[in-house]
Protein backbone atom coordinates (compact mmCIF):
# COMPACT_ATOMS: atom_id res chain seq x y z
CA UNK A 1 0.00 0.00 0.00
CA UNK A 2 1.03 3.38 -0.58
CA UNK A 3 1.86 6.16 2.30
CA UNK A 4 -1.51 7.82 1.60
CA UNK A 5 -3.46 4.53 1.70
CA UNK A 6 -1.59 4.37 5.82
CA UNK A 7 -1.65 8.06 6.59
CA UNK A 8 -2.78 8.76 10.48
CA UNK A 9 -3.57 11.39 13.06
CA UNK A 10 -2.70 11.38 16.54
CA UNK A 11 -4.63 13.45 19.13
CA UNK A 12 -3.70 13.96 22.50
CA UNK A 13 -0.50 13.62 22.79
CA UNK A 14 2.26 16.50 23.20
CA UNK A 15 6.06 16.45 21.98
CA UNK A 16 6.36 20.34 23.50
CA UNK A 17 5.26 19.68 27.15
CA UNK A 18 8.17 19.85 29.85
CA UNK A 19 6.22 15.98 30.95
CA UNK A 20 8.50 13.75 28.92
CA UNK A 21 6.04 10.68 30.01
CA UNK A 22 3.57 12.85 27.70
CA UNK A 23 6.43 13.07 25.43
CA UNK A 24 7.04 9.46 25.97
CA UNK A 25 3.18 8.54 25.03
CA UNK A 26 3.28 10.54 21.74
CA UNK A 27 6.65 8.72 20.76
CA UNK A 28 5.40 5.23 22.14
CA UNK A 29 2.17 5.64 20.17
CA UNK A 30 4.12 6.58 16.89
CA UNK A 31 6.44 3.93 17.49
CA UNK A 32 3.29 1.19 17.52
CA UNK A 33 2.31 2.80 13.99
CA UNK A 34 5.73 2.52 12.36
CA UNK A 35 5.97 -1.26 13.91
CA UNK A 36 3.36 -2.10 12.20
CA UNK A 37 2.78 0.19 8.95
CA UNK A 38 7.02 1.60 7.99
CA UNK A 39 5.96 3.60 4.84
CA UNK A 40 3.31 5.42 7.28
CA UNK A 41 2.59 8.84 7.25
CA UNK A 42 1.59 10.57 10.94
CA UNK A 43 0.30 13.56 11.63
CA UNK A 44 -0.38 14.76 15.05
CA UNK A 45 -3.36 17.28 15.84
CA UNK A 46 -2.33 19.09 19.37
CA UNK A 47 -5.03 21.49 21.04
CA UNK A 48 -2.37 24.12 22.73
CA UNK A 49 -0.72 27.58 21.60
CA UNK A 50 1.91 27.23 18.75
CA UNK A 51 2.23 27.56 14.88
CA UNK A 52 -0.11 26.19 12.50
CA UNK A 53 2.75 23.74 12.17
CA UNK A 54 5.84 22.71 12.97
CA UNK A 55 7.87 18.89 13.04
CA UNK A 56 9.04 16.99 15.46
CA UNK A 57 11.79 14.28 15.32
CA UNK A 58 12.15 11.38 16.91
CA UNK A 59 14.88 8.33 17.06
CA UNK A 60 13.61 4.71 15.59
CA UNK A 61 15.83 2.18 14.48
CA UNK A 62 18.81 4.37 13.61
CA UNK A 63 16.74 6.72 11.97
CA UNK A 64 15.45 10.02 12.49
CA UNK A 65 11.49 10.16 11.89
CA UNK A 66 9.41 12.98 10.69
CA UNK A 67 6.25 13.95 12.32
CA UNK A 68 4.31 17.35 11.21
CA UNK A 69 2.40 18.83 14.38
CA UNK A 70 -0.54 21.13 13.73
CA UNK A 71 -1.78 23.48 16.59
CA UNK A 72 -4.96 25.00 17.44
CA UNK A 73 -6.19 26.77 20.35
CA UNK A 74 -8.83 24.80 22.40
CA UNK A 75 -11.57 28.27 20.93
CA UNK A 76 -11.07 27.07 17.77
CA UNK A 77 -11.62 23.23 18.23
CA UNK A 78 -15.10 24.27 20.00
CA UNK A 79 -15.90 27.23 17.28
CA UNK A 80 -15.27 24.58 15.02
CA UNK A 81 -16.87 21.21 16.71
CA UNK A 82 -20.28 23.66 16.54
CA UNK A 83 -19.46 24.60 13.18
CA UNK A 84 -19.27 20.71 11.83
CA UNK A 85 -22.30 20.22 13.54
CA UNK A 86 -24.25 22.56 12.83
CA UNK A 87 -23.43 21.98 8.71
CA UNK A 88 -23.83 18.50 8.98
CA UNK A 89 -27.25 18.83 10.12
CA UNK A 90 -27.89 20.66 7.23
CA UNK A 91 -26.44 17.55 4.76
CA UNK A 92 -23.36 18.96 4.32
CA UNK A 93 -20.48 16.17 4.09
CA UNK A 94 -17.33 17.98 2.56
CA UNK A 95 -15.22 20.93 4.65
CA UNK A 96 -12.63 21.61 3.15
CA UNK A 97 -10.97 23.94 5.57
CA UNK A 98 -7.36 22.98 6.51
CA UNK A 99 -8.90 21.64 10.02
CA UNK A 100 -11.22 19.49 8.81
CA UNK A 101 -8.89 18.37 5.96
CA UNK A 102 -6.22 17.05 8.09
CA UNK A 103 -8.75 14.44 9.79
CA UNK A 104 -10.52 13.69 6.71
CA UNK A 105 -6.96 12.98 5.22
CA UNK A 106 -6.62 10.17 7.72
CA UNK A 107 -7.14 6.68 6.82
CA UNK A 108 -7.90 6.33 11.30
CA UNK A 109 -7.45 8.60 14.18
CA UNK A 110 -5.86 7.55 16.99
CA UNK A 111 -6.34 9.41 20.35
CA UNK A 112 -4.19 8.82 23.18
CA UNK A 113 -6.23 11.52 25.72
CA UNK A 114 -2.59 12.08 27.28
CA UNK A 115 -2.70 9.13 28.79
CA UNK A 116 -4.93 9.95 31.47
CA UNK A 117 -7.27 12.77 30.82
CA UNK A 118 -10.35 10.80 29.68
CA UNK A 119 -11.96 11.49 32.61
CA UNK A 120 -13.33 14.05 34.79
CA UNK A 121 -11.40 14.17 38.04
CA UNK A 122 -9.15 16.86 36.69
CA UNK A 123 -12.07 19.34 35.75
CA UNK A 124 -14.80 19.69 33.64
CA UNK A 125 -12.90 21.92 31.05
CA UNK A 126 -9.62 19.16 30.85
CA UNK A 127 -13.13 16.35 30.15
CA UNK A 128 -14.48 18.96 27.20
CA UNK A 129 -11.07 19.51 25.46
CA UNK A 130 -10.75 15.43 25.39
CA UNK A 131 -13.90 14.79 24.03
CA UNK A 132 -14.61 17.45 21.32
CA UNK A 133 -11.30 15.96 19.38
CA UNK A 134 -12.84 12.91 19.32
CA UNK A 135 -16.34 13.95 18.40
CA UNK A 136 -15.21 16.34 15.64
CA UNK A 137 -13.15 12.96 14.33
CA UNK A 138 -16.49 11.09 14.32
CA UNK A 139 -18.38 14.20 12.96
CA UNK A 140 -16.24 13.68 10.33
CA UNK A 141 -16.99 9.97 9.75
CA UNK A 142 -13.09 8.64 10.83
CA UNK A 143 -12.78 5.65 12.58
CA UNK A 144 -11.50 6.38 16.17
CA UNK A 145 -9.42 4.73 18.37
CA UNK A 146 -8.11 4.97 21.81
CA UNK A 147 -4.80 4.30 21.88
CA UNK A 148 -3.82 2.45 25.28
CA UNK A 149 -4.06 4.32 28.17
CA UNK A 150 -6.43 5.00 32.02
CA UNK A 151 -10.01 5.57 31.07
CA UNK A 152 -12.28 7.32 33.75
CA UNK A 153 -12.54 7.77 36.72
CA UNK A 154 -15.94 9.42 36.07
CA UNK A 155 -16.99 11.26 39.53
CA UNK A 156 -20.44 13.30 38.15
CA UNK A 157 -23.11 12.07 36.04
CA UNK A 158 -22.42 14.18 33.42
CA UNK A 159 -19.16 13.28 33.22
CA UNK A 160 -19.97 9.57 32.92
CA UNK A 161 -22.38 10.47 29.96
CA UNK A 162 -19.80 12.48 28.23
CA UNK A 163 -17.14 9.57 28.49
CA UNK A 164 -19.32 7.19 27.86
CA UNK A 165 -21.37 8.81 24.42
CA UNK A 166 -17.53 8.80 23.09
CA UNK A 167 -16.39 5.58 23.94
CA UNK A 168 -19.52 3.56 22.42
CA UNK A 169 -18.15 4.97 19.06
CA UNK A 170 -15.14 4.49 19.12
CA UNK A 171 -13.71 1.70 16.71
CA UNK A 172 -11.31 0.38 19.05
CA UNK A 173 -10.69 0.74 22.76
CA UNK A 174 -7.09 -0.23 24.20
CA UNK A 175 -6.68 0.11 28.16
CA UNK A 176 -3.70 -0.16 29.88
CA UNK A 177 -4.77 -0.64 33.69
CA UNK A 178 -7.87 -2.53 34.95
CA UNK A 179 -9.39 0.12 36.61
CA UNK A 180 -12.14 1.24 33.43
CA UNK A 181 -13.29 -2.24 32.74
CA UNK A 182 -16.58 -2.07 35.23
CA UNK A 183 -17.33 1.13 33.24
CA UNK A 184 -16.70 -0.29 30.16
CA UNK A 185 -18.69 -3.80 30.68
CA UNK A 186 -21.36 -1.60 32.11
CA UNK A 187 -22.14 0.68 28.95
CA UNK A 188 -20.84 -2.78 26.98
CA UNK A 189 -17.78 -0.99 25.02
CA UNK A 190 -15.26 -4.30 24.24
CA UNK A 191 -11.79 -3.27 25.29
CA UNK A 192 -8.33 -5.01 25.24
CA UNK A 193 -5.84 -4.38 27.44
CA UNK A 194 -2.09 -3.43 26.62
CA UNK A 195 0.85 -2.47 28.42
CA UNK A 196 1.51 1.77 28.31
CA UNK A 197 3.24 2.76 25.10
CA UNK A 198 5.88 4.12 26.39
CA UNK A 199 6.97 0.93 26.79
CA UNK A 200 7.72 0.56 22.92
CA UNK A 201 9.70 4.17 23.24
CA UNK A 202 13.38 3.09 22.30
CA UNK A 203 16.17 4.87 24.17
CA UNK A 204 18.52 7.64 22.55
CA UNK A 205 22.22 6.83 24.15
CA UNK A 206 23.86 10.03 26.21
CA UNK A 207 27.05 10.09 27.41
CA UNK A 208 27.67 9.48 31.32
CA UNK A 209 30.77 10.33 33.16
CA UNK A 210 31.69 8.86 36.43
CA UNK A 211 28.20 6.74 36.80
CA UNK A 212 28.76 4.21 40.04
CA UNK A 213 27.86 0.66 39.11
CA UNK A 214 25.21 0.92 42.45
CA UNK A 215 23.80 4.10 41.51
CA UNK A 216 20.10 4.30 42.49
CA UNK A 217 18.44 6.61 40.25
CA UNK A 218 15.34 8.58 42.09
CA UNK A 219 13.05 10.74 40.37
CA UNK A 220 11.08 13.25 43.09
CA UNK A 221 7.87 14.37 41.90
CA UNK A 222 7.21 18.42 41.66
CA UNK A 223 3.80 18.00 42.16
CA UNK A 224 3.91 16.23 45.34
CA UNK A 225 6.71 17.85 47.20
CA UNK A 226 5.48 21.57 46.37
CA UNK A 227 2.12 20.68 46.91
CA UNK A 228 0.97 23.44 43.90
CA UNK A 229 -1.69 21.26 42.23
CA UNK A 230 -4.92 21.89 43.62
CA UNK A 231 -5.79 18.14 44.07
CA UNK A 232 -2.94 17.51 45.91
CA UNK A 233 -3.16 20.18 48.11
CA UNK A 234 -2.07 19.06 51.85
CA UNK A 235 -2.12 15.18 50.77
CA UNK A 236 1.76 14.71 50.57
CA UNK A 237 2.88 17.53 53.54
CA UNK A 238 5.37 14.50 54.68
CA UNK A 239 7.34 13.75 51.18
CA UNK A 240 9.88 16.39 51.56
CA UNK A 241 10.74 14.82 55.08
CA UNK A 242 10.64 11.79 53.23
CA UNK A 243 12.76 12.09 50.27
CA UNK A 244 15.27 13.46 52.54
CA UNK A 245 15.45 10.26 54.86
CA UNK A 246 15.19 8.16 51.72
CA UNK A 247 18.80 9.50 50.25
CA UNK A 248 20.26 9.42 53.78
CA UNK A 249 19.62 5.80 54.42
CA UNK A 250 20.22 4.67 50.82
CA UNK A 251 23.72 6.88 50.90
CA UNK A 252 24.18 5.34 54.33
CA UNK A 253 24.12 2.03 52.80
CA UNK A 254 26.94 2.71 49.83
CA UNK A 255 23.86 3.60 47.12
CA UNK A 256 24.91 6.59 45.13
CA UNK A 257 21.95 8.46 44.34
CA UNK A 258 20.99 10.26 41.10
CA UNK A 259 18.06 12.21 41.14
CA UNK A 260 16.11 12.20 37.44
CA UNK A 261 13.52 14.49 36.90
CA UNK A 262 10.91 13.33 34.22
CA UNK A 263 8.48 16.87 34.37
CA UNK A 264 10.56 19.88 33.98
CA UNK A 265 12.51 22.71 32.16
CA UNK A 266 16.53 23.43 33.01
CA UNK A 267 15.86 27.10 31.31
CA UNK A 268 12.36 27.85 32.12
CA UNK A 269 11.22 26.00 35.58
CA UNK A 270 6.91 25.58 35.73
CA UNK A 271 5.36 25.32 38.96
CA UNK A 272 5.44 21.20 39.61
CA UNK A 273 9.07 21.21 38.35
CA UNK A 274 11.08 18.35 39.73
CA UNK A 275 14.20 19.64 38.49
CA UNK A 276 13.50 22.44 40.88
CA UNK A 277 12.84 20.20 43.61
CA UNK A 278 15.56 17.56 43.13
CA UNK A 279 17.51 20.79 43.18
CA UNK A 280 16.17 22.03 46.68
CA UNK A 281 17.14 18.38 48.10
CA UNK A 282 20.40 18.10 46.63
CA UNK A 283 21.65 21.27 49.02
CA UNK A 284 20.25 19.49 51.41
CA UNK A 285 23.25 17.33 51.16
CA UNK A 286 25.97 20.05 50.82
CA UNK A 287 28.98 19.04 48.85
CA UNK A 288 28.51 14.95 49.32
CA UNK A 289 29.73 14.23 46.30
CA UNK A 290 27.58 10.72 46.30
CA UNK A 291 24.58 12.40 45.00
CA UNK A 292 24.02 14.22 41.88
CA UNK A 293 21.41 15.29 39.67
CA UNK A 294 20.40 15.49 35.71
CA UNK A 295 20.29 19.19 35.70
CA UNK A 296 20.01 19.28 31.27
CA UNK A 297 17.02 19.55 29.26
CA UNK A 298 17.18 15.58 27.79
CA UNK A 299 14.99 14.14 25.82
CA UNK A 300 12.28 11.45 26.70
CA UNK A 301 14.42 9.04 24.96
CA UNK A 302 17.54 10.16 26.61
CA UNK A 303 15.83 9.66 30.18
CA UNK A 304 14.57 6.30 29.25
CA UNK A 305 18.29 5.71 28.97
CA UNK A 306 19.72 6.79 31.72
CA UNK A 307 17.49 5.65 33.72
CA UNK A 308 18.13 2.14 31.92
CA UNK A 309 22.07 2.41 33.26
CA UNK A 310 20.56 2.77 36.74
CA UNK A 311 21.69 -0.05 39.33
CA UNK A 312 18.19 0.57 40.74
CA UNK A 313 15.42 3.27 39.95
CA UNK A 314 12.52 4.53 42.16
CA UNK A 315 10.21 7.28 40.96
CA UNK A 316 7.08 9.13 41.52
CA UNK A 317 6.16 10.21 38.05
CA UNK A 318 5.15 6.83 36.58
CA UNK A 319 6.44 7.54 32.96
CA UNK A 320 9.70 7.66 35.00
CA UNK A 321 9.01 4.07 36.46
CA UNK A 322 8.01 2.86 32.62
CA UNK A 323 11.84 3.76 31.52
CA UNK A 324 12.63 1.50 34.21
CA UNK A 325 10.63 -1.34 33.92
CA UNK A 326 10.18 -1.80 30.18
CA UNK A 327 14.77 -1.66 30.53
CA UNK A 328 14.59 -4.55 33.23
CA UNK A 329 16.01 -2.09 35.78
CA UNK A 330 14.26 -3.26 39.09
CA UNK A 331 12.13 0.09 39.57
CA UNK A 332 9.92 0.89 42.90
CA UNK A 333 6.75 3.45 42.18
CA UNK A 334 6.29 5.82 44.69
CA UNK A 335 2.69 6.22 43.92
CA UNK A 336 0.77 9.07 44.27
CA UNK A 337 -2.26 7.65 41.71
CA UNK A 338 -4.15 4.09 40.96
CA UNK A 339 -2.66 4.19 37.89
CA UNK A 340 0.50 2.94 39.03
CA UNK A 341 -0.44 -0.54 40.22
CA UNK A 342 -2.04 -1.00 36.94
CA UNK A 343 1.50 0.03 35.17
CA UNK A 344 3.39 -2.35 37.39
CA UNK A 345 0.91 -5.63 37.29
CA UNK A 346 1.74 -5.75 33.76
CA UNK A 347 4.85 -6.42 34.17
CA UNK A 348 3.88 -8.59 37.26
CA UNK A 349 5.53 -6.12 39.59
CA UNK A 350 2.29 -4.63 41.50
CA UNK A 351 4.15 -5.56 44.56
CA UNK A 352 6.68 -2.96 43.89
CA UNK A 353 4.67 -0.13 44.32
CA UNK A 354 4.65 1.82 47.40
CA UNK A 355 1.12 3.88 47.91
CA UNK A 356 2.08 7.62 49.46
CA UNK A 357 -1.43 8.47 49.75
CA UNK A 358 -1.44 7.58 53.60
CA UNK A 359 2.17 9.19 54.03
CA UNK A 360 2.72 10.65 57.25
CA UNK A 361 5.91 11.55 59.75
CA UNK A 362 5.07 9.02 61.89
CA UNK A 363 5.37 6.17 59.00
CA UNK A 364 8.13 7.77 56.82
CA UNK A 365 10.63 5.01 58.77
CA UNK A 366 8.96 1.99 57.98
CA UNK A 367 8.34 3.05 54.35
CA UNK A 368 12.21 3.76 53.97
CA UNK A 369 12.77 0.49 55.22
CA UNK A 370 9.78 -1.72 53.30
CA UNK A 371 12.09 0.26 50.33
CA UNK A 372 15.08 -0.87 51.45
CA UNK A 373 14.30 -3.98 51.80
CA UNK A 374 13.15 -4.51 47.80
CA UNK A 375 16.39 -2.91 47.25
CA UNK A 376 18.08 -6.12 48.58
CA UNK A 377 15.89 -8.33 46.62
CA UNK A 378 17.39 -6.46 43.38
CA UNK A 379 18.85 -9.23 41.59
CA UNK A 380 15.35 -11.91 42.26
CA UNK A 381 12.89 -8.34 40.69
CA UNK A 382 16.05 -8.00 37.64
CA UNK A 383 15.53 -11.52 36.87
CA UNK A 384 11.56 -11.08 37.35
CA UNK A 385 11.62 -7.84 34.82
CA UNK A 386 14.09 -9.94 32.35
CA UNK A 387 11.60 -12.98 31.82
CA UNK A 388 8.31 -10.54 31.39
CA UNK A 389 10.28 -8.28 28.90
CA UNK A 390 11.77 -11.10 27.22
CA UNK A 391 8.10 -12.83 26.82
CA UNK A 392 6.38 -12.07 23.52
CA UNK A 393 5.42 -8.84 22.76
CA UNK A 394 1.84 -8.36 21.94
CA UNK A 395 0.99 -4.72 20.94
CA UNK A 396 -1.87 -3.78 19.73
CA UNK A 397 -3.28 -4.45 16.05
CA UNK A 398 -3.83 -0.94 14.38
Not at 11 to 22: E, M, P, T
Not at 106 to 116: L, M
Not at 172 to 189: G, H, P, Q, W
Not at 279 to 301: C, H, P, R, T
Request: with cysteine; glycine share 6%; charged share 20%.
Amino acid sequence: MSSQQHRFLLLGVSYNSDNRGVNALGIGAATLLYKQYEDCKIDVLCVENGPWKSDYKFEYNGATKNIDVYYIRFRTLLTHVLRVRALSLFGKKDFDDPISQLILGARTVYNVNEGDSFSDIYGFRRQIRHVLDSYLALLLRKPLVFLPQTIGPFKTPTGKSLGSFILKRCKNVFVRDTKAISLLDEIDVKYQLFRDMAVVMQPKKVELAGLSPKTVGLNINGLMYFGSYAAMAGAYSSYKQFVHKLISELLKNGYPVLLIPHTYNADSPNTEDDLVASNQILKEFGNDKSISVIDKNYSAQELKYIVSQCYFFMGSRMHSCIAGLSSSVPTIGLAYSYKFEGTFANFGQQSRVINLSSLSSENIDATVNQILTLVGQRDQIQSELATSNAGEKNYPIL
